[in-house]
């Protein structure tokens, strides 16, 4: 199987998005997935405080584990990387710098995503081994903040940009050189149906492919 990151790293390329579908339930997750996929988003994040997530990230992997990267958002403790990686997750998001966790995840072979808001917890998260970096939330970061940060961090190391985004709110930050972004609220809410969260996916897609 491609390693993890290559797996994150090619289907970035092709798509800089991640679809945080908080609050999905096992017996949904399946056809949200398909949408998403088919929409073009090829990276899924179910967060572990969703009902049953390990069971949703373990369907999710086995239908879609050859196209798509699955793993596990707000994740908070090392034990929880362990369950993530054992359900088929190959990404560990958190909403912060943990460096246990972050050390577990690069341990064994997933891609660490975690929170960070500011410059010295990029660097901590970056010392511990993070593959990626989320800045977090996004409603109280401009894009002034994100091209000042940009500026410092290493350029080789994704820079994604998480909360309260819509396609007409991407532009300014990819231009502030912002890398990619999670999309949550606008992209899929509990109970919406498979064909709403596909609509809304293309919205997103469509938006990154004209940046």
Request: charged share 15%; aromatic share 4%.
């Amino acid at each position: 199987m491609t390693s993890s990151l290559a797996a994150f790293t090619t289907q970035f390329a092709a798509c800089p998005l991640i679809a945080i579908i908080r609050g999905v339930t096992p017996g949904e997750v399946e056809a949200v997935g398909d949408a998403l996929v088919e929409a073009g988003i090829r990276i899924i994040e179910v967060p572990l405080n969703s009902a049953d997530p390990l069971v949703s990230i373990e369907r999710l992997a086995q239908r879609l584990g050859d196209v798509a990267l699955i793993g596990a958002g707000t994740v908070l403790t090392v034990d929880q990387v362990t369950q993530v990686a054992d359900a088929g997750g190959r990404i560990i998001v958190s909403p912060c710098v943990n460096p246990q966790v972050i050390a577990a995840t690069a341990a064994a072979g997933l891609v660490s995503a975690p929170g960070y808001f500011t410059p010295s917890e990029a660097f901590v998260a970056l010392d511990a081994g993070a593959h990626v970096l989320k800045l977090f939330p996004a409603e109280a970061a401009s894009p002034t903040l994100v091209k000042a940060q940009r500026a410092v961090l290493p350029r080789d190391i994704p820079l994604v940009v998480v909360g309260g985004i819509t396609p007409d709110a991407m532009s300014p930050y990819v231009a502030a050189g912002a890398d990619g972004f999670g999309l949550g609220g606008a992209l899929y809410r509990p109970g919406q149906s498979s064909a709403e969260v596909a609509v809304q996916a293309r919205a997103f897609v469509a938006a990154i492919r004209a940046r």
